[in-house]
Nanobody
Framework: QVQLVESGGGSVQAGGSLRLSCAAS????????MGWFRQAPGKEREFVSA???????????SYRDSVKGRFTISRDSSKNTVDLQMNSLKPEDTAVYYC????????????????????WGQGTQVTVSS
């Protein structure tokens, strides 16, 4: 049974930093993709970042344009976690952040579309005040 548990959310002032972590269990990490998505009140869920890796494929990362240069996704294979380091946070980054997992990796839109991820965490709130 796949389980994803997010942690690290909180409240910060604009310009501050937070680090989100997603711990995965019950998965096989031979070829996978994990993504971060967010949903603000009254808005649709949107892609934030994704990382794909596998035994026979290079690591691939992707970011939405508005977070490039501010957010960094990384993985810790020893802990089965994927982290999202968020720097220079802005009020518009306020949302519930969800991590998601898909087995078998992804490419292009397969990495950025939430519909391609069958497993999701419960979400963690990030609030950025101005």
């Amino acid at each position: 049974q796949v389980q994803l548990v997010e942690s690290g959310g909180g409240s910060v002032q604009a310009g501050g930093s937070l680090r989100l972590s997603c711990a995965a269990s019950g998965v096989a990490f031979s070829s996978v993709a994990m993504g971060w998505f967010r949903q603000a009140p009254g808005k649709e869920r949107e892609f934030v970042s994704a990382i794909r890796w596998g035994r026979f494929s290079p690591t691939y990362v992707s970011y939405r344009d508005s977070v490039k240069g501010r957010f960094t996704i990384s993985r810790d294979s020893s802990k089965n976690t994927v982290d999202l380091q968020m720097n220079s946070l802005k009020p518009e980054d306020t949302a519930v952040y969800y991590c998601a997992f898909q087995q078998g990796g992804c490419s292009g839109p397969g990495c950025t579309s939430g519909d391609k991820y069958p497993y999701w965490g419960q979400g963690t709130q990030v609030t950025v005040s101005s």
